[in-house]
């Protein structure tokens, strides 16, 4: 099946400092990624859609100045957390969408678990 | 209302059990269903998917959705201790753009 990576797969940050996070497909190309945020016991909550060069569309209440995503290739989307505060720390995980309709499959990374201290 | 509801758990069975997994929605546009399944500190990794109505098989597993009752369900056969993990619900509309998720329930087979 495809495969989807994430780097890092956890990081511990300080608070005020920004955090890079990789999101790729290697084995077929995403022109559609997505980044969902996972508390504790909790559920995946879409923060965003990426679509390969052009703007990231933003769920309800989540701020774009302060998750900067950025889908460069066809297998590369990053989401970097600006200015990050302890209640950033989460389980990140990104999606990777192998077609170009709504009903294809998406493919989940492993999640990367961010620590802002 | 959450538009999907599903029982976090946890349940816990004993190896070889039949095991039935279930959630509720509230979206009459959903068509697409999905189960997957994520094991602790890991992504999700896509089970079963199925469209509108029916019942779908794949090896030990059967996914069935009622869409007259908004209901859909995993059924796990000869349940085995690896089956343990979270299994999550999703759905998602005919030209929908995203996926919507259960809370996701925790399963566990002991043997």
Redesign the interface.
């Known amino acids: 099946g495809a495969v ?1 990576s ?1 780097h890092p797969s956890r990081v511990i940050c300080k608070s005020g400092t920004s955090v890079k996070i990789e999101c790729r497909s290697l084995d077929f190309q995403a022109t ?1 990624m ?1 980044w969902y945020r996972q508390f504790p ?4 909550m ?1 923060m965003a ?1 990426s679509n390969e060069g052009s703007k990231a569309t933003y769920e309800q209440g989540v701020e774009k100045d302060k998750f900067l995503i950025n889908h460069a290739s066809l297998t590369l989307s990053t989401l970097t957390v600006t200015s990050a505060h302890p209640e950033d720390s989460s ?1 990140y ?1 990104c ?1 990777a969408r192998d077609g170009g309709q ?2 294809d ?7 990367t ?1 961010l620590t802002v201290l | 209302q959450k538009e999907v509801e ?1 029982d ?1 758990g946890p349940l816990s069975v004993p190896e070889g059990a039949i095991v039935s997994l279930n959630c509720t929605y509230s979206n009459s546009a959903f068509q ?1 269903f999905m189960w ?1 399944r994520q094991y602790s ?6 089970l079963m ?1 199925t ?1 509108s109505s029916g019942n779908k098989e794949d090896g030990r597993f059967t996914a069935q959705v009622d869409k007259s009752s908004k209901y859909i369900s995993l059924f796990i056969r000869d349940s085995q201790p690896s089956d343990s993990a979270t299994y ?1 619900c999703a759905m ?1 509309a ?6 919507v ?4 329930t925790i399963l566990r087979v002991k043997s």
């Open positions: 989807v994430q559609t997505f016991k909790q559920s995946l879409l859609t389980f995980i999606s709504p009903t499959t998406q493919y989940f990374g492993p999640g678990r | 599903q976090p697409y997957y500190r890991k992504g999700p990794e896509l998917y469209y999550l998602s005919i030209g929908g753009n995203k996926l998720f259960g809370a996701g």
